[in-house]
């Protein structure tokens, strides 16, 4: 089972890992990722290619269930203005053994850091800026290759 | 043509319709003829380093051939989760 969805709506991650608590499940993972306010970030804005975002994102899910077997896996992913605090992304992984949850869960998000199509925008007191990919999420993407 | 983030914010757009010329065949020589067009375009597109490109909705690289592209889109490296 999977589901996909990319919207301006607020994430309720505990309504999120409770729907991927699905039958025949032995162990879920999941991960949060929340706006940070450091640096003075007032409010953060995500871009994204409307016609593509899904579709990449459903074929991250598809890759995920093929290599760990996973019984359900979720991913909803928030687009428009954010504040500090608000949840941006919940990506779920559900499988018979935790092993197979925990791993797929940090390839999910991982990969979308790299594979989908979002752009951040931060904005402080001095103004905005366009979030730059890191080197980091590159490296961390590239080892699940 | 579709622009997001940055790209969008230089060229002043987030997209356009454009008709190039026959000699031009893969996304690399679209990024070189648009960059042409205005000076926002030249400063999206200076720095190909910076570029990531689409064509009709599936990823590609720069050098990619165009073919009978509808949809291409140009954009900096991805930064969402």
Same mark, same amino acid.
């Given at each position: 089972?999977?589901?996909?969805?990319?919207?301006?709506?607020?994430? =309720?991650? &505990?309504? !999120?890992?409770?729907?991927?608590?699905?039958?025949? *499940?032995?162990?879920? %993972?999941?991960? +949060?990722? /929340?706006?940070?306010? =450091?640096? &003075?970030? !007032?409010?953060?804005?995500?871009?994204?290619?409307? *016609?593509?975002?899904? %579709?990449?994102? +459903?074929? /991250?899910?598809?890759?995920?269930?093929?290599?760990?077997?996973?019984?359900?896996?979720?991913?909803?992913?928030?687009?428009?203005?954010?504040?500090?605090?608000?949840?941006?992304?919940?990506?779920?992984?559900?499988?018979?053994?935790?092993?197979?949850?925990?791993?797929?869960?940090?390839?999910?998000?991982?990969?979308?850091?790299?594979?989908?199509?979002?752009?951040?925008?931060?904005?402080?007191?001095?103004?905005?800026?366009?979030?730059?990919?890191?080197?980091?999420?590159?490296?961390?993407?590239?080892?699940?290759? | 043509?579709?622009?997001?983030?940055?790209?969008?914010?230089?060229?002043?757009?987030?997209?356009?319709?454009?008709?190039?010329?026959?000699?031009?065949?893969?996304?690399?020589?679209?990024?070189?003829?648009?960059?042409?067009?205005?000076?926002?375009?030249?400063?999206?597109?200076?720095?190909?380093?910076?570029?990531?490109?689409?064509?009709?909705?599936?990823?590609?690289?720069?050098?990619?051939?165009?073919?009978?592209?509808?949809?291409?889109?140009?954009?900096?490296?991805?930064?969402?989760?």
């Amino acid at each position: 089972m999977i589901h996909i969805l990319v919207s301006s709506d607020t994430i =309720d991650a &505990g309504a !999120e890992l409770r729907a991927i608590h699905v039958d025949g *499940a032995g162990g879920v %993972a999941s991960f +949060t990722g /929340l706006v940070r306010g =450091d640096d &003075g970030v !007032e409010t953060l804005e995500l871009e994204h290619y409307p *016609a593509v975002t899904e %579709a990449a994102l +459903t074929k /991250l899910a598809d890759e995920a269930v093929t290599r760990w077997n996973l019984i359900g896996a979720r991913i909803v992913h928030r687009v428009g203005v954010m504040v500090p605090g608000d949840t941006v992304v919940f990506v779920g992984a559900a499988a018979r053994h935790r092993a197979a949850a925990l791993e797929a869960c940090a390839y999910l998000i991982d990969r979308l850091k790299t594979d989908a199509p979002f752009w951040k925008r931060e904005t402080r007191a001095e103004g905005a800026r366009w979030v730059e990919q890191r080197d980091t999420d590159r490296e961390a993407a590239a080892k699940w290759d | 043509m579709l622009y997001f983030a940055w790209v969008r914010e230089a060229i002043g757009a987030g997209s356009e319709q454009v008709d190039p010329p026959a000699e031009v065949t893969s996304v690399s020589d679209l990024i070189t003829w648009l960059a042409d067009r205005s000076e926002g375009h030249a400063r999206a597109l200076a720095d190909r380093a910076r570029l990531r490109a689409a064509v009709d909705q599936h990823f590609v690289p720069l050098d990619a051939a165009l073919g009978k592209a509808r949809e291409v889109a140009l954009f900096p490296p991805v930064t969402g989760g």
